[in-house]
């Protein structure tokens, strides 16, 4: 994580004067600063070189060392901002989807609201490699839970919490029973794209997100009691 900042009596500008009087006497010279300003550019070089290697060679091909190379970085400066490859990994993902933001609309239809939502989620994460990428991660998932974690709070929640509220919208309307499961029913929405995307048997193409939609909304309108035997 970087050598000892060397302890000289006349430190120059910039290094030793900026490390915090708190900080440790062993600290990194390049240790992260209170109100020091990331460098955009380095971020964003990391960010790009970590996920041309994610796209293109997977998960295990995000060493830190490579990414460090290509980026033009030291390896210390990564480790200030991700602890992990798969937390630099998942942050270059996080990056790559947010340049597509869905447009959360209120339609008056939930189907409407819906197909505005996923669709283009849809169109990204079937455009590139993606599958492959996403079982990596939740692969790592598996066997990390504060990774896990992350993965949900970042990926997963953002895209059910837009459609919860589509669902809630419904309900109050009445479109949709007010009895509705309302996480059983983003399952049902959500499961078969997700379906297609991890195994990769078909395209996940606007023609089938639509149709995916409409059976599950098929599904929802109708009684939505408790299962029976």
Request: no cysteine; charged share 25%.
């Given at each position: 994580m970087g050598e000892p900042a060397a302890k000289t009596a006349n430190a120059p500008a910039g290094?030793?004067?900026?490390v915090p009087a708190d900080a440790p006497a062993d600290?990194?010279?390049d240790a992260p600063q209170r109100g020091r300003p990331r460098s955009h550019r380095a971020h964003q070089a990391i960010l790009a070189a970590a996920s041309d290697l994610l796209l293109n060679r997977g998960l295990s091909a995000v060493s830190m060392d490579v990414v460090a190379e290509r980026a033009g970085v030291s390896?210390?400066?990564i480790y200030r901002w991700w602890p992990t490859k798969e937390s630099l990994a998942l942050e270059a993902l996080f990056s790559e989807w947010s340049a597509v933001q869905p447009?959360?609309?209120d339609t008056g239809s939930l189907r409407d609201d819906l197909v505005s939502l996923i669709r283009p989620w849809a169109r990204l994460v079937g455009s590139r490699p993606y599958g492959a990428v996403i079982a990596q991660l939740i692969a790592?998932?598996?066997a990390d839970p504060a990774f896990a974690a992350e993965y949900r709070r970042r990926f997963v929640e953002p895209r059910r919490e837009a459609a919860r509220a589509a669902l809630q919208r419904a309900e109050e309307?009445?479109?949709?029973?007010?009895d509705i499961?309302?996480?059983v029913a983003l399952d049902l929405i959500y499961g078969p794209i997700y379906h297609r995307l991890l195994h990769g048997h078909e395209?996940?193409?606007d023609r089938f997100v639509k149709e995916a939609i409409d059976m599950a909304l098929n599904g929802i309108r109708g009684r939505s009691g408790p299962a029976t035997a």
């Open positions: 290094t030793a004067a900026d600290a990194p010279a390896k210390a400066t447009a959360v609309r790592a998932a598996q309307r009445g479109e949709i029973p007010a499961r309302i996480e395209a996940v193409t």
